[in-house]
């Protein structure tokens, strides 16, 4: 029986006359993303979540119904893709509302009782994922504002998490955040690759990628330059690649 969480990456170019990508995900595999700003990586990330249109080529992910092709972010989503962006303030939170409304925003569907939202149920949901990624705030009913960053970062990732994706996009996940709030996301990270999930991570930090990643993807000027696996994925092979160099 094929494998119903496949992610497919198919002739896949960033921009006019750059070389195809050609990539499954499989489940349970975290791949990194590196390369220098501006050249490529988040543009791929961001076509894999719908958010951009590649200058050829498609996505498409392995679902009960078949095999579909991710064509716009809510066909995306729908599709079981969830994106965490990198920016939390200008694109992640909405600053005016509760932690609780923060969380449920995504999936405000999964309250509803007999066509009423149930408050009970939408903090039972989010009960679990306080406890999951250890999210401290004062209440459910605090203003996110007052979360520190990493716990707003938590927060995301709970909402991203509700959707119950099979693949979980993350764009620069531990940016801002600190020690602690970092090694709680790798754990979480690591946890639902155990699961079954398929990640793919975007980081500036190519000591983050070697740590949490099965393999990575080096971009240089909207291509991959490089991809590396187990004992070849090391700092100054990732660099090398990232100016164009051999290691």
């Known amino acids: 029986m094929p494998d119903r969480s496949a992610f497919h990456i198919r002739n896949l170019a ?14 349970g595999e975290i791949v990194g993303l590196a390369g220098l700003d501006g050249h490529g990586q988040e543009t791929f990330l961001k076509t894999l979540a719908g958010l951009e249109k590649p200058a050829a080529g498609q996505v498409s992910i392995d679902t009960a119904a078949g095999r579909l092709a991710v064509a716009g972010f809510r066909k995306a989503v729908a599709s079981g893709i969830a994106y965490l962006p990198r920016d939390r303030r200008a694109t992640g939170i909405f600053p005016t ?28 949901r989010y009960e679990v994922f306080r406890e999951r990624l250890s999210i401290a705030a004062p209440s459910p009913a605090a203003a996110i504002t007052t979360l520190s960053g990493g716990n707003q970062q938590k927060v995301l990732l709970a909402r991203a998490l509700a959707l119950e994706p099979k693949v979980l996009l993350l764009n620069d996940p531990t940016r801002g955040v600190d020690v602690a709030t970092r090694h709680v996301l790798y754990e979480v990270f690591r946890g639902l690759a155990a699961e079954g999930m398929a990640l ?28 590396m696996s187990g004992a070849a994925m090391t700092t100054d092979a990732v660099i090398a690649a990232m100016f164009g160099r051999a290691a």
């Open 14 to 27: 960033l921009a006019a006359g750059k070389a195809a990508i050609d990539h499954t995900i499989s489940p």
């Open 97 to 124: 509302q509760s932690v609780l409304d923060n969380f449920a925003i995504s999936t405000v569907g999964r309250d509803a009782r007999m066509g009423f939202i149930s408050t009970a149920e939408r903090r039972r």
């Open 200 to 227: 793919v991570i975007l980081s500036s930090e190519i000591e983050e990628i070697l740590v949490l990643c099965h393999r990575v993807l080096v971009f240089r000027e909207h291509e991959v330059a490089a991809e």
